[in-house]
């Protein structure tokens, strides 16, 4: 545990070291600000007190943005050697992974952090309700998880920048769009399985405030999956 | 902690990176790797510390295989790897700590544990700069530093003295031979006189074989076979002394080198040496013996012998 920790503050650490966090922070609450208070369908537009205009866009900008955050995690130090110094260290491969992984959901968590004067302000302009805002932050945070974890395998199978970036970003659009408008387009079992795929469907209900363990076990599912094939990319080198 | 290692084989698609290597290194040992190339050092290296599979045979560290067990016998081994990959974007000291905590240093000590590593290694000029600001030698530094930073029983260093200078190499020297007598130490180099200052044992490798095995005298005498001396004999013709020289029990040929000097070259037969007999034999015609130098074969030589054809 002391491990994972260890290289969780250190890779949280090199976020902020790097401008990258500080970019990450700008250009997220710019985005989803903008567009949750400026622009187009904004919060005043929809006539009541309501944060779902604020998750329909971060659930935009973290899809944009967290593959941005891991494309360097592995691909970075496999490029440079340094991933040899830290897997001959005393440490598994699995705290590896896992630090790499609650370093990046700590820097979206200090984001989302960042977002909760909207919530006051809302709050303050008419009558929230807090189950749904609460429940639409866990939604973002568990979707952010799961990308991270896309992303973090992504960033494992290569030693491109750019190929992770690209990678865990055609990998999250299946989730995030693709399955959703394949399932349209089948019936019967397939219809029904190509839905359940679908991270859109999950995000909204638990936005909307309903937390169902259906929902709860897709997430966690992508998340150990995504995982589970990073720790088992980087063990990989083992069996040549 | 010995390592102990049987058959040790590795393979990249066809070819085999290491084949069939097999040997021990005892506690209070500095084993030094040498090869050309491309030999398969880095990669018994890498197998040893855990970040390469085995592919076949056998690592023991202590008493623990590394295949089985090699998470837990990390915390025993330092190690430096080949172009020694750092994070620029820390700072020295910081690096240290992180590195301490990694290999489980308990908390209270990393401090006293970098203090000291920066003393070791030269470091307290530029602690407090960002690795990427360092020089190649102050990263080479930071490199060793950071692989003795939790006191390991075992140090593995794929060139440790690349990119200092001769200060330092002397310094670093004397630090692996210090540490070398409670540790076991195994070190690749390409420099062939750092073997000879530092290491007591040397493994020749070429083309994942092992093809020489002892110390530096040993190789030596392996490799030239037979002793031979130069001699230079004043106070006779030349002629006389040859034929002296040749009937003298342990020498198996004479050769004239300059007349006019009257020097020789005396090879001695296998195992044998001549040195006392020849001495004896100017004692005994009163001649005047002003040279007597064994001629050593470097071991530049010796590599060469063995690692190309």
């Known amino acids: ?240 | 902690m010995n390592i102990n290692i049987e058959n040790l084989t590795k393979r990249y698609g066809p070819q085999r990176a290491v084949d069939g290597l097999s040997f021990e290194v005892r506690t209070g040992e500095i084993l030094g790797f040498l090869g050309p190339n491309g030999a398969g050092k880095s990669t018994t290296m890498k197998m040893i510390t855990g970040y390469l599979g085995i592919g076949e045979g056998q690592i023991r560290v202590g008493d623990k295989s590394v295949a089985e067990h090699g998470d837990d016998l990390k915390k025993y081994i330092g190690y430096l790897p080949e172009n020694n990959p750092l994070y620029l974007d820390m700072p020295v000291i910081d690096y240290l700590g992180f590195c301490a905590a990694l290999q489980g240093v308990e908390k209270s000590l990393i401090p006293t544990r970098i203090r000291e590593m920066v003393r070791v290694c030269g470091l307290n000029a530029e602690k407090h700069k960002k690795i990427g600001e360092l020089s190649k030698g102050y990263r080479q530094r930071v490199g060793l530093a950071q692989a003795m930073i939790h006191d390991p029983q075992i140090l593995i260093l794929d060139e440790p003295t690349t990119g200092l200078d001769p200060n330092q190499i002397v310094e670093i020297r004397k630090l692996i031979r210090q540490l070398g007598k409670a540790k076991t130490v195994i070190l690749s180099t390409h420099i062939l006189p750092e073997v000879e200052a530092t290491c007591d044992r040397i493994l020749i490798i070429n083309k994942g074989r092992i093809v020489a095995d002892g110390t530096a005298d040993n190789l030596r005498q392996q490799a030239a076979g037979k002793e031979i001396l130069k001699v230079q004999i004043q106070d006779a013709k030349p002629e006389d002394i040859q034929q002296a020289l040749q009937r003298l029990t342990n020498t198996d040929y004479v050769q004239l080198l300059d007349a006019a000097q009257s020097r020789f070259e005396v090879h001695s037969k296998a195992g044998a040496s001549s040195k006392r007999d020849i001495f004896q034999l100017c004692v005994q015609k009163n001649w005047v013996l002003s040279e007597l130098t064994p001629i050593e074969t470097r071991l530049e030589d010796i590599f060469r012998n063995l690692t190309v054809n």
């Not at chain 1, 401008?19 to 006539?47: E, K, P, R």
């Not at chain 1, 866009?57 to 991933?83: C, D, N, S």
């Not at chain 1, 395998?153 to 865990?168: K, P």
């Open chain 1, 1 to 240: 545990m002391r491990a994972t920790w260890t290289i969780a503050t250190r890779e949280l650490n090199s976020f902020f070291d790097s401008l990258i966090a500080y970019i990450l922070l700008v250009a997220f609450l710019g985005f989803s600000g903008f567009f949750t208070w400026l622009y187009g369908n904004d919060i005043f537009f929809v006539g009541q007190a309501s944060l779902q205009g604020f998750f329909a866009i971060a659930y935009w900008t973290l899809f944009f943005f967290i593959p941005a955050l891991t494309m360097r995690l592995l691909a970075e130090e496999k490029k440079t050697g340094t991933i040899e110094l830290l897997l001959t260290k005393a440490v598994t491969d699995r705290q590896v992974v896992m630090g790499k992984f609650l370093a990046t959901l700590m820097l979206v968590g200090i984001a989302l952090a960042f977002s909760l004067p909207y919530v006051v302000t809302v709050a303050n302009i008419g009558n929230l309700d807090v189950g749904e805002a609460i429940c639409g932050y866990v939604g973002l945070l568990l979707l952010s998880a799961a990308y991270i974890s896309i992303g973090l395998y992504a960033s494992s199978i290569t030693s491109n920048q750019i190929v992770a970036f690209l990678t865990a970003l055609f990998i999250g659009l299946f989730f995030h769009l693709l399955f959703d408008v394949l399932a349209g387009n089948f019936t019967g079992v397939a219809g029904t399985v190509i839905s359940y795929l679908s991270l859109s469907n999950h995000f909204e209900s638990i936005s909307r405030g309903v937390v169902d363990t259906r929902d709860l076990i897709y997430f966690f599912s992508i998340i150990f999956i995504g995982l589970f094939l990073s720790e088992l990319s980087l063990t990989k080198r083992n069996l040549q």
